[in-house]
C-alpha cells in the first residue's frame, strides 16, 4: 500500500476530501466532485451501500468517474482496511 493509503487508514475520516482516497488523484476527485461526492465519507457511503462488493464498487466508480482497473482496486481497498479499523 502507499502513502496515500497508509494515511487514510491511520485514522478517522473526518471531513476529508475525495481526493485523500487513495487511488483518486485531482482529475477523479473533481469528476466525484460534480457528481456530489465531495468528500471522502460520501464515497464511503456508497460503498457501504454496495454492501462492501468489490465487483459492484469498481463499476460504479467507472460510471461515475471514469476511474481504471487499478485506481478501484485501490480505493476499494483503501475502503475495505478503513471499515475493518473503525467500523
Known amino acids: ?8 487508514v491511520a485514522e ?11 487511488g483518486i488523484g485531482e482529475v477523479l476527485g473533481k469528476k466525484l466532485e460534480d457528481r456530489g461526492f465531495d468528500k471522502a465519507y460520501v464515497v464511503l457511503g456508497q460503498f457501504l ?11 460504479w466508480l467507472k460510471d461515475t468517474c471514469g476511474a481504471n482497473a487499478k485506481q478501484s482496486r485501490d480505493c476499494f481497498g483503501c475502503l475495505r482496511e478503513w471499515c475493518d479499523a473503525f467500523l
Open 12 to 22: 478517522p475520516m473526518g471531513e476529508k476530501p475525495v481526493g485523500s482516497l487513495a
Open 49 to 59: 451501500v454496495l454492501k462492501k462488493d468489490e465487483d459492484l464498487f469498481w463499476e
Open 1 to 8: 500500500a502507499g502513502v496515500k493509503h497508509r494515511d487514510f
